[in-house]
């Protein structure tokens, strides 16, 4: 186990186990690699900021649009002969 992680402990490292409880008396040995990834502090703070970021554009895409929209609808019945 490797405790208090830091960028420099990310790489492969090398696992070896041994099987001694077998009816034959010899052990057996396995090895695998395995890889370890490290991610620093902050690695789910930017996809969040992201999505922040185009919540706070469809906003204000969405006000100019309606602003705009508004605009022109008083406009419309600025021009519209009023009825007595």
Same mark, same amino acid.
């Given at each position: 186990?490797?405790?208090?992680?830091?960028?420099?402990?990310?790489g492969?490292?090398?696992c070896h186990?041994?099987?001694?409880?077998?009816?034959?008396?010899?052990?057996?040995?396995?090895?695998?690699?395995?890889?370890?990834?490290?991610?620093?502090?902050?690695?789910?703070?930017?996809?969040? &900021?992201?999505?922040?970021?185009?919540?706070?554009?469809?906003?204000?895409?969405? &006000?100019?649009?309606?602003?705009?929209?508004?605009?022109?609808?008083?406009?419309?019945?600025?021009?519209?002969?009023?009825?007595?």
């Open positions: 186990m490797i405790e208090n992680v830091t960028l420099d402990d990310r492969e490292f090398k186990g041994r099987n001694e409880a077998n009816d034959y008396g010899n052990s057996t040995v396995a090895t695998d690699f395995t890889t370890v990834r490290v991610k620093g502090k902050f690695a789910a703070l930017w996809p969040f &900021l992201g999505i922040c970021a185009e919540v706070l554009i469809l906003c204000l895409i969405i &006000l100019i649009y309606e602003k705009r929209r508004n605009k022109s609808e008083l406009e419309e019945s600025d021009t519209d002969p009023q009825e007595q």
